[in-house]
T-cell receptor, first 115, second 115 residues
Framework: AQKITQTQPGMFVQEKEAVTLDCTYDTSDPSYGLFWYKQPSSGEMIFLIYQGSYDQQNATEGRYSLNFQKARKSANLVISASQLGDSAMYFCAMREALNAGKSTFGDGTTLTVKP | NAGVTQTPKFQVLKTGQSMTLQCAQDMNHEYMSWYRQDPGMGLRLIHYSVGAGITDQGEVPNGYNVSRSTTEDFPLRLLSAAPSQTSVYFC??????????????FGSGTRLTVV
């Protein structure tokens, strides 16, 4: 069964610095996708970045990058040059190819950016 | 604007009442899902669909029914509301083909309170 673990309930970062949010996963499916979502205090869920298990390069989307280490089964989110608007809850999620209709989410990490 | 539309945004039910949460998307997404989010926690999958006429159970399906008669609509029915179903409900949809737009688009959520 697929499983996502986020071990950091809360993180603090100084404005303009980089921060890494940890995510480890477990799956027996060789084909899968990894995702990060942002949930601001307003409650909406926003898709940030996607990494496929066969992708050779780490995914990047603007200030977001995904540090994908397949052998370690980790998919950490790196946010560069943090901004006050980055303060939010961040969720890691996974989707297996054999069960692509559903995703499993971690419990989330609350990020607070300090001015 | 294209996206996922959920109604209502807020609802209070009495124990034992039934209701339907509506979800519609206009992006021609094949996959649709319903999640619930309890305070301070991640998302748990209730039901999902990989296409019109095809639905399946997720992690916490008891007390809920779904149907998908069209690609656009995926309503969630609460059969007999219980206080344990107090939560925020999210509908989400996505394309079927892995790639950079493979992440979920979420609705704005329905905050349900059962008294």
């Amino acid at each position: 069964a697929q499983k996502i673990t986020q071990t950091q309930p809360g993180m603090f970062v100084q404005e303009k610095e980089a921060v890494t949010l940890d995510c480890t996963y477990d799956t027996s499916d060789p084909s899968y996708g990894l995702f990060w979502y942002k949930q601001p205090s307003s409650g909406e869920m926003i898709f940030l970045i996607y990494q496929g298990s066969y992708d050779q390069q780490n995914a990047t989307e603007g200030r977001y990058s995904l540090n994908f280490q397949k052998a370690r089964k980790s998919a950490n989110l790196v946010i560069s040059a943090s901004q006050l608007g980055d303060s939010a809850m961040y969720f890691c999620a996974m989707r297996e190819a054999l069960n692509a209709g559903k995703s499993t989410f971690g419990d989330g990490t609350t990020l607070t950016v300090k001015p | 604007n294209a996206g996922v539309t959920q109604t209502p945004k807020f609802q209070v039910l009495k124990t034992g009442q039934s209701m339907t949460l509506q979800c519609a998307q206009d992006m021609n997404h094949e996959y649709m899902s319903w999640y619930r989010q309890d305070p301070g926690m991640g998302l748990r999958l209730i039901h999902y669909s990989v296409g019109a006429g095809i639905t399946d159970q997720g992690e916490v399906p008891n007390g809920y029914n779904v149907s998908r008669s069209t690609t656009e609509d995926f309503p969630l029915r609460l059969l007999s509301a219980a206080p344990s179903q107090t939560s925020v409900y999210f509908c989400a949809s996505s394309y079927r083909i892995p790639g950079n737009n493979y992440g979920y688009t979420f609705g704005s959520g329905t905050r349900l309170t059962v008294v």
